[in-house]
């Protein structure tokens, strides 16, 4: 079963715009992971946050972790038809390696 | 360079037939995944291996088989038992040393049905 759910299935914004997406997950977490996957390709890394941080920037992209509400967001500022791309959250319960990836989010940037 | 390198990126497969995807890593992880991805959809995992010679069955391990007899191939053999083989099959890998590790992903080998 899905631990990870993305929010909203497909966001459709204009280039400039601030993006922001959400990840739930249902059991207690190690770490959340978000990637990127341009269409055809492989999914490419973007951050991993860990159960106790609660925010994390990498550039344009910041990620919150706010584990009492089993919940993640995603927000990518200042986008750019580049960003355009499916987003995937990716839970670690921390038993093994195994990671756990939602539906994903499919980011549409309109130049 | 350094990365995961997934072969061939389109096979087709006939009725009844056994294929088998590769995968090759020079990043000297020690974890190998592979992973289904359907329209739309997000990664199930079929099998993994976090050393050499050992594997363990994931989410949809029906109708597959894997072996890791070096620490750099993970090949992926798609049965004819699995009914439904058509997705995008996605190989990963990781340092199986701490569980704070991302996973590096290669291209992925779109697989349909002649």
């Known amino acids: 079963s899905q631990q990870g759910e993305e929010d909203p299935q497909a966001l459709s914004i204009q280039e400039g715009e601030n993006a922001t997406m959400n990840c739930s997950y249902k059991t207690s977490i190690n770490n959340l992971q978000w990637y990127r996957q341009n269409s055809g390709r492989g999914l490419v890394h973007l951050i991993l946050i860990r159960s106790n941080e609660r925010e994390k920037h990498s550039g344009r992209l910041r990620v919150t972790l706010d584990t009492s509400k089993k919940s993640s967001s995603l927000l990518i500022t200042a986008s750019r038809a580049a960003d355009t791309a499916s987003y995937f959250c990716?839970?670690?319960?921390?038993?093994?390696?195994?990671?756990?990836f939602g539906p994903g989010t499919r980011l549409s940037v309109l130049p | 360079d350094g990365g995961i390198t997934q072969s061939p990126k389109y096979l087709f497969r006939k009725e009844g037939q056994n294929v088998t995807l590769s995968c090759e890593q020079n990043l000297n992880h020690d974890a190998m995944y592979w992973y289904r991805q359907d329209p739309g959809q997000g990664l199930r995992l079929i099998y993994y291996s976090q050393i050499v010679n050992d594997f363990q069955k994931g989410d949809i391990a029906e109708g597959y088989s894997v072996s890791r007899e070096k620490k750099e191939s993970f090949p992926l053999t798609v049965t004819s038992a699995q009914k439904n083989p058509t997705a995008f099959y996605l190989c990963?890998?990781?340092?199986?040393?701490?569980?704070?590790?991302?996973?590096?992903f290669g291209d992925g080998t779109r697989l349909s049905i002649l």
């Open positions: 990963a890998s990781n340092n199986g040393r701490s569980s704070n590790q991302p996973q590096h």
């Open positions: 990716a839970t670690n319960r921390g038993d093994g390696q195994n990671f756990v």
